[in-house]
């Protein structure tokens, strides 16, 4: 499958913004869906990760109650709508996939094998 990131941009604290990832191909349901970040001077970490067709959703903490993930698996899309943005919440922002994704490793950057471009998401205090 290939996804494609796009939605970011310069937007000022408590600003928000919605990022899509599109992904090719006839089996999205099948995957689940994440997107971590990263910035130049830390790993890339996760963000929140949505499960195949119930829609179970999970986040890291620093996101909870301002981060919200959803797709329409009939768009092939998935989204992370981001409210109450803070300077902190700046980095590149990619989705991820992988149909073999469990509950438990979810939050691995190793338990996806299918990665978008990145979309950069800058926001000024």
């Known amino acids: 499958v290939q996804l494609q990131a796009s939605g970011g941009g310069l937007v000022q604290a408590g600003d928000s913004l919605r990022l899509s990832c599109a992904a090719s191909?006839?089996?999205?349901?099948?995957?689940?869906m994440a997107w971590f970040r990263q910035t130049p001077e830390k790993e890339r970490e996760f963000v929140a990760a949505?499960?195949?067709?119930?829609?179970?959703?999970y986040y890291t903490d620093s996101v909870k109650g301002r981060f919200f993930i959803s797709r329409d698996n009939a768009k092939n899309t998935v989204y992370l709508q981001m409210n109450n943005l803070k300077p902190e919440d700046t980095a590149v922002y990619y989705c991820?996939?992988?149909?073999?994704?469990?509950?438990?490793?979810?939050?691995?950057?190793?338990?996806?094998?299918?990665w978008g471009q990145g979309t950069q998401v800058t926001v000024s205090s």
């Open positions: 949505i499960s195949r067709s119930i829609g179970s959703t």
């Open positions: 991820a996939a992988d149909p073999n994704t469990i509950m438990s490793t979810m939050g691995r950057i190793n338990a996806y094998d299918y």
């Open positions: 191909g006839r089996t999205f349901s099948r995957f689940v």
